[in-house]
């Protein structure tokens, strides 16, 4: 997996984002007000990335899946938040662990299989083929 | 297995991610800066840092101006009373004048009563905290509570530092000092209180009292001692009223004209 790539484009994203808030400057009374849900917009970006990252190494990866698994999960978790806020049950605690899990769940698997890919490099024996 | 003979080498998938991964850095971007701004918002309230190199000259100016007022009123004083040696008339007058400039205080007075002194924590903050950093410090709102609860248990005059607490007085933060009467005063404070000592001390003394939480933070802040002789010093600021006028109607007058 070419990892310069997404590397880059965080990197910019992140450099275009503090170019940008840097200029909006928006004051911290009001920033207070929307801060979870922008946390909650980040660990939903996350999550989607290592989903999509955990889908192509398995070669199933789909791109309609992927960028509307991004929206939906984005716009629930707000939903969550902002329900939750108004009756006053802290819901978005449930979107936090949900995508906490899934997110070491995917990093896990992404792990196993880069994991088994040096191992099986590494052994000269042809007839070994199967890492599992 | 299956899984694992494609290689996710020259795949569609990854320029996908790159995009995506372009907005999660957005995303970041934005979250960071947005703690950041709530945190440094959250410092900007209160009396925090260090006070600046002030205006030593001016301060030094309003400072001798202060003390020709306070005498050339101890003057008037003397010539009121003086005036007052003619007859029983003007000296019933002059006996509720001088009361009505006590009660205002513009007159220097004594007594026994109370000191407290709050001094800023010469402890080292446990953290970089917001709570740490502002809790180590002596504020307006600490000097308000203090005065508050001195004058609700029965103190008759009070005074922080060489500032007269009168009815016109506002004590407020001015960025790394405090405000009384307009005059900036710093850390460590002295409130001079006149009235009975006992029952001063046990009211700021009462558990979960007013000074119970600046302790709760460090004892070292707060000291409160009695003492069998206190002298106030006079309100040395303005007395120039512009826009209140002394009612002159009679009560009855008043209600109709409602």
Redesign the interface.
């Known amino acids: 997996?070419?990892v310069g790539?997404?590397?880059?484009?965080?990197?910019?994203?992140?450099?275009?984002?503090?170019l940008?808030?840097?200029m909006l400057n928006?004051?911290?009374?009001l920033?207070?007000v929307?801060?979870p849900y922008?946390?909650l917009?980040?660990l939903a970006?996350?999550d989607?990335?290592f989903g999509?990252?955990r889908?192509?190494?398995?070669?199933r990866?789909q791109?309609d899946i992927?960028?509307s698994g991004?929206v939906l999960n984005t716009l629930l978790a707000a939903g969550l938040a902002f329900l939750g806020d108004r009756i006053g049950v802290d819901l978005f605690l449930a979107a936090v662990v949900a995508l906490g899990s899934r997110v070491f769940l995917n990093l896990s698997l992404i792990r196993r299989?880069y994991l088994?890919?040096i191992a099986l490099s590494k052994r000269k024996d042809p007839h070994v083929v199967?890492?599992? | 297995m299956s899984v694992f003979t494609t290689g996710p080498r020259h795949q569609p998938w990854v320029w996908q991610v790159t995009a995506l991964c372009f907005v999660l850095g957005l995303l970041l971007a934005a979250s960071l800066q947005t703690v950041s701004n709530i945190r440094r918002s959250g410092t900007s309230s209160g009396r925090v840092g260090q006070p600046p190199a002030g205006d030593s000259a001016r301060t030094e100016t309003v400072r001798k101006l202060e003390k020709e007022i306070a005498s050339l009123r101890e003057s008037k004083t003397k010539l009121e009373n003086s005036i007052a040696q003619g007859s029983e008339q003007l000296k019933a007058l002059n006996d509720e004048l001088q009361k009505a400039k006590m009660l205002a205080g513009l007159t220097e007075v004594y007594g026994q009563g109370i000191i407290v002194t709050l001094r800023d924590s010469q402890k080292r903050p446990p953290s970089n905290r917001t709570f740490d950093r502002v809790n180590n410090l002596i504020h307006d709102q600490d000097l308000q509570v203090v005065v508050n609860e001195l004058f609700a248990s029965g103190a008759e005059a009070i005074a922080i530092k060489d500032q007269r607490i009168t009815s016109r007085t506002a004590i407020r933060c001015a960025g790394p000092i405090v405000q009384v009467n307009g005059v900036p005063i710093s850390a460590p404070y002295q409130v001079y209180a006149i009235g009975d000592p006992n029952s001063l001390m046990n009211a700021l003394n009462m558990p979960g009292g007013v000074l119970d939480s600046i302790r709760f933070y460090d004892p070292e802040m707060v000291r409160v001692e009695a003492k069998q002789q206190i002298v106030l010093p006079a309100y040395t600021g303005s007395t120039e009223m512009r826009f209140t006028k002394v009612q002159k109607k009679t009560h009855n007058d008043k209600e109709s004209s409602r």
């Open positions: 997996m070419k790539l997404p590397v880059s484009g965080l990197v910019l994203g992140f450099i275009f984002g503090i940008i808030f840097t928006i004051p911290g009374e920033a207070s929307y801060a922008l946390s917009a980040t970006g996350l989607t990335i999509g990252i889908a192509g190494i398995e070669g990866f791109d992927f960028v991004f299989y088994n890919k199967n890492p599992s």
